[in-house]
């Protein structure tokens, strides 16, 4: 097995690594495609996310522990290409939400993406 190869891609792929992504060379902009950051955060944090094929109906919300919706950050039919989605920590009433817990949930195209973000308030 080549040395060169990443960790990951040794234990949990073929062993061949995808170009562009050995050590040290993984773009900071692709390794961030959806995932928010910072996280945790406490005056915002920006979800990335790629739009593959023609345009799509999209639509990014902020979810609490119990599933409801706390803030719709997108809700548009987009080109393909990037798109970026800021969350600052503020309910769709415009109020401050606690800290705590939260669900970035992302459907674009055919793609479906959740991630847990942690806010610290402020």
Not at 28 to 39: D, F, G, K, Q, T
Not at 88 to 99: C, F, H, I, K, T
Request: proline share 5%; aromatic share 10%.
């Amino acid at each position: 097995m080549d040395c060169a190869t990443p960790v990951s891609a040794r234990i949990f792929g073929s062993g061949a690594s995808i170009p562009g992504t050995e050590v040290g060379q993984v773009s900071e902009s692709v390794a961030l495609l959806n995932r928010a950051y910072p996280n945790p955060f406490s005056t915002a944090t920006v979800y990335n996310y790629r739009v593959v094929g023609a345009s799509s109906a999209v639509e990014v919300g902020v979810y609490n522990v119990a599933g409801r919706l706390v803030k719709s950050l997108v809700q548009s039919t987009l080109p393909a290409g990037r798109h970026t989605a800021t969350w600052n920590g503020l309910d769709e009433g415009g109020a401050r939400v606690p800290s705590g817990v939260y669900f970035v949930r992302a459907r674009y195209g055919t793609e479906l993406k959740q991630q847990r973000v942690i806010y610290l308030g402020q």
